[in-house]
């Protein structure tokens, strides 16, 4: 960290400064300009507030040298996370693509379209049962009657299930269900809930804000990681940006960003990155071009009559094809994608 | 709402939509051109959802007509909504003015602010014993303690409390306390939180999240109005745009546009819409120019050792002098500045 | 400026970026911490550019000091620029407020608007002759043809007269006609167009780009300024954002970080702030409250049959009702509004 | 175009706005509900101005059905438009690489990079001769002097020549030199500018404004293509959002959203769309995935000393393994990487 002192800070200001940097357990390195003076923070520690010295008097600005997250950081643990996931190991060169419907809507559907996707390739199964919906009038989710039918899709299909937890007491009851927690991206700064996923210690996939930056991703991936609970997948989902064209930005720079800053797998959802199903595809590949460890897809036999996002669900036949071109992309950019012996 | 059909739809598409739109209760009103079919859904109801019918085949498009959102219009409920706080009305001529540090740091700070902000003319004290905080390793708040603490504050001023709560489960705690339930930013679309502080039946001010709409704010609004808890505060408190001068963008034109869309008051809140406390006063009067119906405000004796975001509050003197400016304009614009006589 | 180095830089790396720095002039003074080096430029000169040195090996990053703005900032120039304008002093004590349709459509529509907005009390006539339109098949202005028409009703009405500029090479023409050149929000980085009109020395109302920052709109402004034509008024007129209540979101936040950064005056546009007129009052009135050295308004008599922008833009009688209530907030924040005895 | 009219509109209202729309050469269908009235635009025409219809009496809103441009729509020419580049056929199945430096410094330097690319297999070569800068102290340019070393490169590799050109009256003589004329982003809007390249009837790269929608992407576009100028390249360089961990967001949906809308080819720029070497392969790929017909690429032999844009560039080195991956990458998603056989 650096404090840049103001031109017209006096001497008892600067020594204020470095007496409380001091107080915190690191070193100072000073600078003494024509103009002004600045100091370098030295030594290693807990991340300091920066606020807190950015008020003090004569300070003009603060600069962060490093990055607030640390157990989060490539720097920290240099290695790729590995997430075992249904015999494919997330992280590494394997690819992983998690698929299902966005609500569990009824036992027949979810079981249908766990068949499909598992056919056509998918390694894992999604599909919600408790729903976040702007509207209080809209479909809601079945609830725990969605779990159980995501466990039955499980036992007929023998893939993994991931689905969304949006209330940190429901995490218990989710974690009998599910294979994989999923926070959604309107809960990515709910702390209460991170903190109940950290300590569940459950397989996580976090979604980013649709307005988050990269960094507060990583930031709240270590609210989890704090507690120890090391398999966190981060997830793009796309960003809210001026353009109406698409429900959602895909950000396809946050996934080398992310690989660069992060040893934690990351998952991209062009489903809600684009939000039309025709652009689904496009995508997909792009972000399997840029170096994602996985995607995760709406699908639905029926978009129509979904209950939720049919408008940008593939149709089975649609997800097939595309895991077809995945799987000949795959080892251009040096993946692989497994054959996969589902134990049922 | 309309549906416009697309050029290549047939017959059959066209006689299915008609039956579905039928089916949920409502009439239509076909308008059939050279080009493309229009089919214009008429009635009374609860919203459809949209993407049901956009995803039916021949369907080119649904655009709405009405917003989505039914107890919060002014539609609905003409008059504005007033809710009591300490005498003064706010929704009404009286401008309310909520004052306050950040956290509660400690005893004795809270009742130091507490009674510097009552001198100057603040309504209700505001004060954050649950931080919701990008870091983990930041400073989380005091907890119970520090409601405890805003309890003590509030029998030495007479000054009802305003503090934020993030965990449902808590929210019952939090109202033993709290005259008014904070709902923050990145909270706004926690819909267990919603639905608690909903039932509750505890006033609340509902922060718009950093890059949510305004219909979103009042998507949210209606989630706590629909359990007939209509003592709903809105408040704008900037959003998230390319610009990094200020810490967001404090969205002025959503005062006016808010008033006119519901009837429910608003506040502004300059302090973190504009992040720097030198800009506060420019942007409170501006609020209040624009029609706000009160304003929250960062208050700190000592900002440079607040536990944080003292970069944005306002010392004790400067609250002051813009509590009296505040009071200068309220005639200006129709408002008044109440004489009040608080009950110790 | 400050170079922070990489944490496996070289002593080469650093005496490299250390002779590069002294070769531009600087001095330099060095902080070397256990982590790593940091380099603090020193001395005054040109703006050195980031790039090149953020370039070089063993740089980890670049952080400015002060801003890459000179004449604009308020360092340079402490005390406001005043540019008279019709017997004000825009950037004093005297608010300024301009008006008039967005075309000028024809002779007596441009004159009859004139005499509205002078009764109301409007400082100067706004109209466009030359349209910036984002379809090719909209009205695209009179040209000349219009400009003559905007003498015409200066010299009916006494009110000087400002006029976008969009191409280079017509500003010796428009300068004829016009008492201020604008520059549009579309043509706010086109160097070629503020080169010319900084050579003109003609006064400038430039408008902020729908998403350039504050300190961009400052470069632009340094264009002009850098041609020792210091007339240059700044003009906040909304930034494009996610939100689409409002055609752009009015940046209230930079009237008063512009009013601390630069001494050059800053006018508001409301109409384009919000793009509906039943919003311009509320936002015209926060402006002014924010600081605003005065308003430019789209005023037409028949905005249902305006060639463009109608939806924005105020009847007369809804103008001098703004005037007014303009008129007695005035004091409030310091500011008079002229008693104008206009010589025609 | 639907129009929906105010539930509190007049009988007379409606009528006034029917006759408009009738004298504007279009039929009307008349949807009168229970509630409001809707009245559907019919017959193919010139775009109507929805403002003009939306300012009306008793208009609540003005709805498009169909995009505000023609000539650049699929409908209008549902064929891929073909360019022809050095032997490529842009916007087929061939891939189209423009590679060089951000500016041309010297006359070594275009020809030693020139030589780079061509021989790495660029298709051909960019290189600016002016400069749009944020700063009026940075470098502008070589102007002219720089077209010419561009003519002496091409001359010595045969690759053909884009460059920027940013004032109207300079685009004679930059076609004199450049065999694709390129609009940079800040001039995408440049109206001027638009029409002067237009009736040039050179090839034309357009650059997507950093905060532009892709309709006005294709807008700009129609401007061009209004002057019977077809050869027109569109161009995604990243938007501006709230992120800052890269320079702008490259709109990975944008290539699919055009290759949909519209029949012209579409070209990426992940150097501007990233901002950082680093990321610019996995966004190339990621590009030529999703489905764009070609890359431009800043490629500089010694990015530590370039005059701009070094931190965007990539070695020779590295832009050849980029090349040869795309060339891998090529069939996977139906295109082919042509060999060339460049004429000296």
New interface residues.
Partial sequence: M?V?MDAKASARDISDVIARIRAMGF?V????????T?I?V???G??I?R??I????GV??V?P?SH??KIASREYHPDDTLIPLNGVQVGGTDLAIIAGPCSVEDRAQIIEIAHAVREAGATALRGGAFK?????????GLGEEGLKYLADARAETGLPVITEV????AVPLVCQYADVLQIGA??M????LLHAVGESQHPVLLKRG??S????LL??A??IL?HGNMRVMLCERG????????RN?????????LK?ASHLPVIADPSH??GKW??VE??S???????ADGLILEVHHD?????????QSLKPEKFAALVE?TR??AP??GRQFPVRETVR
């Fill in positions: 650096i840049v070193d390195h000073l600078s003494e300009g024509k103009e002004r600045i370098g030295i030594g290693r807990r991340p507030d606020e807190q950015g008020l003090m008097s003009q600005n600069m040298v607030p997250y976040p919906r702007s509207s209080p009038y809209s479909f809601q949006m209330d940190p007491q309107r809960n700064q709910n702390y209460t649709m307005s930056t990269i960094e507060e930031m709240s270590e609210y704090s960003i809210r940006t001026f353009e109406t064209a698409t930005t895909f950000d396809i720079n946050a996934i080398p960003v660069q990155g684009t025709e652009y496009s995508v590949l792009a972000a399997i071009a840029a170096g978009p129509e009559n979904a209950q939720s996002d049919g408008r071109k000949q992309l251009i950019v």
